[in-house]
C-alpha cells in the first residue's frame, strides 16, 4: 500500500465478533430502498456494488487488503472478492448469532461504530451488507478464515443456508456474489462503464491497492485491472489528459492531525474550467462540504499572499475564489474517523474541524512550493490575474449589453415566444434551430405552457472561449436571458424560468452539432440545469408511413419495418408509401404537436450527469483544441454511430 496507509498505525490487528456493534434490526428497506441507495433506477442499482466495495476498501484502508477484483457475471450477478481479513464469523455477544450473519441481516450492524474494528471507513452507515442483502434476489457471501471457507446464503434478506464450512483454504478474504432482484429495481442490467469509473476512482485514491473490473458476459467480455502507485497525483494527470498544464509539477500537499489526514494534488492547465473532485473515506463527495471549503479559502489566500509578496498584485486588486479556480485540475481525499455526510448517499462532508485541517495544509505547503517553485507560482498566478481581467470584461459586456437592448427591466429576446404560466415547474421552452422550425413549432405548441426560443446559425463554441465572450455573443445572450438564472458563479437555479429546457434540432450531422454546442454551454455554464434534470432532448421521427389515409411515423428504422408490416397485414401487397422528413422545418404545425410535442405522445430524454469527470474529458476531447485526441475519439465510437446523414 501507499506511504499514507502504512503510516497509519495498525491498532487493530484482531478483527472478530466484539467489534461489531447492532443499533436496530433490519426493517422497511424493501419498503423505502429510496432511503438507503438514493433511488430504485440506475444509480441504486449500481450503488449496490459500491457497497460492498466500500466494505473491502475499508479493509484496504486498516492495512489489511491488497487487491479486490469486481466482475459482473452472465445474467447480471455482481462477484466482489478481496484478500482482507475475512468477515468475522464467530458468535456476536449482543445477540448470540454468528457474526456474518448479523453484518448481513441486522440494519446498522459492523465494525465501524466505535467496536475498534476501523479507524476510518467509507462505508460510515454499516448499512451496505445487509441492504444489498435485502434488496437482491439472492446473495451469496463465502469467507475465507482461519484455514476454513464459510458460507452463507440468502434470499431477499432472508436466510436461506446457515454459516456452514464448505472447505479449506490457505488464504484469507471475503467473497460476496449477489442477484438484484427485480422487484426492487426499475432495471437490473449493469453499465461496466459506470462501474469501471468508480473503480479507477478508488484505485486513484488508494496508491498501490489493486482492483480489477470485468465484464463476463456473452458479447460483452472485457477487463481491466487498475494501481496507481502514485495515488491521486496520477488522478491529476488522467484529468489533465487532454489538457495543456502551465507548469510541469503534480503539487501535492499531504498531512495528518489526530486520526484524521488529508492530501491534495492539483495541477493548473490553460482552460478555462474548473476541475475539482473531493472525497472523503473514499467516498465521492459531489456536493463538497468542509474539505473543499477549506481548500477553496487557503487556495485563495496563498496565491494572493504571493501576488503581493512579489509585487504582481498591487494594493486591494485581489483576485477572486473563481479567478484562481480557473484552469485548476485538483483532486482532494481526506481520511477521518465519524465522518458526517449529508444523507445516506453521502452527498456533502459536513465535519468542520477538516476544513481547519486542509486549510491550514494547503496554507503551508502550498507558500513553500511557490517560494521553491518562481515560475511555476508567476505561471498560475498570472492565470488567476488573467481571470480576473476577464471576469471585470464579462461583467462591463453585461452592462453594455443590457443598456443597448433595455434588458434591465425585464424585457425578453425578440426570438422568444413566451408561455402564459408563470410557476417555472409547470413551464417548459423549447429551444430550436431556424425561423421555419421555429415557427411550425410557434403555432403548434400548447401556449399555456410551452415557450419557444428559435436559435439560428451555428453558435459559439464556450470550449473555446471565457465569459466576457459569452455576453456579446448574439446566439447565447437571447437564451440566457430567457432562462433568467444568469450564468457561471452567478448562476442561481431558484430564478429558473422553465423547469424542462428542451433542445428541438434535426436528426442529423448539423443538429447533433447544435445539441454539442448547447450541451457544452449548458455543461460550462449552467452545469445545475443538468444535474438537476432539466435538460432535456426532443426526439423527432424519422419516417412517416402512409396507407390510404391512415398514417404513421417512426423514430427509428426496426420501428419503420415494424409499422410497415402492420400495414401490411391481411394484404401483403398492400401499398404504404415511405417517407423520411427531412427536418423539423419541413413538418407542418398539426404534424409538429403530434409527433414531438404533445405530452402525452412525444417522446424525450432527459440528460444526466453520472460521470462528471468523463464528461469533462469528453466535452474537451470534441470541442478544445486539440486535434488529435479528437480524430481518435471520433475513430473509436464511428461504430456506434446509425442513421448518419451526410
Not at 293 to 300: C, D, E, Q, S, Y
Not at 626 to 638: F, G, L, S, T
Request: negative net charge; glycine residues 8%.
Amino acid at each position: 500500500m501507499s506511504d499514507r496507509i502504512e503510516s497509519m498505525e495498525k491498532e487493530i490487528q484482531e478483527y472478530d465478533a466484539s467489534q461489531i456493534q447492532v443499533l436496530e434490526g433490519l426493517e422497511a428497506v424493501r419498503k423505502r430502498p429510496g432511503m438507503y441507495i438514493g433511488s430504485t433506477s440506475s444509480s441504486g442499482l449500481h450503488h449496490l456494488v459500491y457497497e460492498i466495495v466500500d466494505n473491502s476498501i475499508d479493509e484496504a484502508l486498516a492495512g489489511f487488503c491488497t487487491r479486490i477484483d469486481v466482475a459482473i457475471e452472465e445474467g447480471d450477478i455482481i462477484r466482489v472478492s478481496d484478500n482482507g481479513r475475512g468477515i468475522p464469523v464467530d458468535i456476536q455477544e449482543q445477540t448470540g448469532k454468528s457474526a456474518l450473519e448479523v453484518v448481513f441481516t441486522v440494519l446498522h450492524a459492523g465494525g465501524k461504530f466505535g467496536g475498534g474494528g476501523y479507524k476510518v471507513s467509507g462505508g460510515l452507515h454499516g448499512v451496505g451488507a445487509s441492504v444489498v442483502n435485502a434488496l437482491s434476489e439472492w446473495l451469496e457471501v463465502q469467507v475465507h478464515k482461519e484455514g476454513k471457507i464459510y458460507q452463507m446464503r440468502f434470499s431477499r434478506g432472508d436466510i436461506v443456508e446457515s454459516i456452514h464450512v464448505v472447505g479449506s483454504t490457505d488464504r484469507t478474504g471475503t467473497t460476496v456474489r449477489f442477484k438484484p432482484d427485480p422487484e426492487m429495481f426499475d432495471d437490473t442490467v449493469y453499465d461496466y462503464d459506470i462501474l469501471h469509473t468508480r473503480m479507477r476512482e478508488q484505485a486513484f485514491l488508494n496508491g498501490g491497492l489493486a482492483i480489477s473490473i470485468a465484464d463476463l458476459r456473452a458479447g460483452r467480455e472485457r477487463e481491466e485491472t487498475m494501481c496507481y502507485e502514485g495515488g491521486i497525483r496520477e488522478f491529476v494527470r488522467f484529468l489533465n489528459k487532454h489538457k495543456t498544464p502551465i507548469h510541469e509539477d503534480v503539487i501535492y500537499i499531504s498531512g495528518t492531525k489526530g486520526d484524521a489526514m488529508a492530501e491534495i494534488a492539483l495541477q493548473y492547465n490553460d482552460g478555462y474550467n474548473e476541475t475539482l473532485v473531493s472525497f472523503a473515506n473514499d467516498i465521492h463527495t459531489p456536493e463538497g462540504g468542509m474539505h473543499e471549503t477549506g481548500f477553496k479559502t487557503a487556495l485563495t489566500r496563498v496565491i494572493n499572499a504571493y501576488g503581493t509578496k512579489a509585487n504582481l498584485i498591487k494594493g486591494d486588486d485581489k483576485v477572486s475564489g473563481e479567478d484562481v479556480r480557473e484552469g485548476i485540475s485538483a483532486v482532494i481525499s481526506v481520511k477521518l474517523p465519524e465522518a458526517q455526510f449529508e444523507g445516506q448517499t453521502k452527498q456533502k462532508l459536513g465535519n468542520a474541524y477538516i476544513r481547519t485541517l486542509v486549510d491550514s495544509l494547503v496554507s503551508e505547503q502550498l507558500s513553500e512550493y511557490f517560494e521553491e517553485h518562481p515560475q511555476a507560482a508567476k505561471a498560475v498566478l498570472e492565470k488567476a490575474m488573467m481571470a480576473n481581467r476577464a471576469r471585470e470584461a464579462a461583467r462591463k459586456a453585461r452592462e453594455s449589453v443590457r443598456r443597448k437592448t433595455g434588458l434591465e427591466g425585464g424585457q425578453m429576446p425578440d426570438k422568444l415566444q413566451d408561455c402564459n404560466e408563470r410557476d417555472p415547474s409547470l413551464c417548459e421552452i423549447y429551444i430550436v434551430e431556424g425561423d421555419s422550425a421555429a415557427g411550425s413549432a410557434i403555432q403548434g405548441r400548447d401556449s399555456r405552457f410551452q415557450a419557444i426560443l428559435a436559435m439560428w446559425g451555428k453558435m459559439l463554441n464556450v470550449e473555446k472561449a471565457r465569459a466576457d465572450k459569452i455576453y456579446g455573443n448574439d446566439k447565447l445572450y437571447p437564451l440566457i436571458v430567457a432562462l433568467g438564472a444568469g450564468i457561471g458563479d452567478e448562476f442561481n437555479i431558484d430564478k429558473l424560468r422553465y423547469h424542462k429546457i428542451i433542445i428541438m434540432a434535426d436528426a442529423d450531422v448539423d443538429g447533433s452539432h447544435i445539441r454539442t454546442l448547447l450541451l457544452t454551454f449548458f455543461f460550462r455554464y449552467m452545469r445545475p440545469l443538468i444535474e438537476k434534470g432539466y435538460v432535456y432532448s426532443a426526439v423527432p421521427p424519422l419516417f412517416k408511413l402512409t396507407r390510404g389515409k391512415t398514417q404513421r411515423v417512426a423514430y427509428s428504422e426496426p420501428e419503420r419495418d415494424r409499422i410497415s408490416a402492420e400495414l401490411r397485414e391481411g394484404n401483403p401487397n398492400a401499398k404504404v408509401d415511405i417517407s423520411r422528413f427531412k427536418g423539423l422545418g419541413e413538418m407542418d404545425p398539426h404534424e409538429l404537436w403530434e409527433t414531438t410535442m404533445d405530452p402525452e405522445k412525444r417522446s424525450l430524454r432527459r440528460i444526466t450527469l453520472n460521470d462528471a469527470i468523463r464528461a469533462d474529458q469528453v466535452f474537451t476531447v470534441l470541442m478544445g483544441e486539440e486535434v488529435e485526441p479528437r480524430r481518435e475519439w471520433i475513430e473509436q465510437n464511428a461504430k456506434y454511430v446509425v442513421n448518419l446523414d451526410i
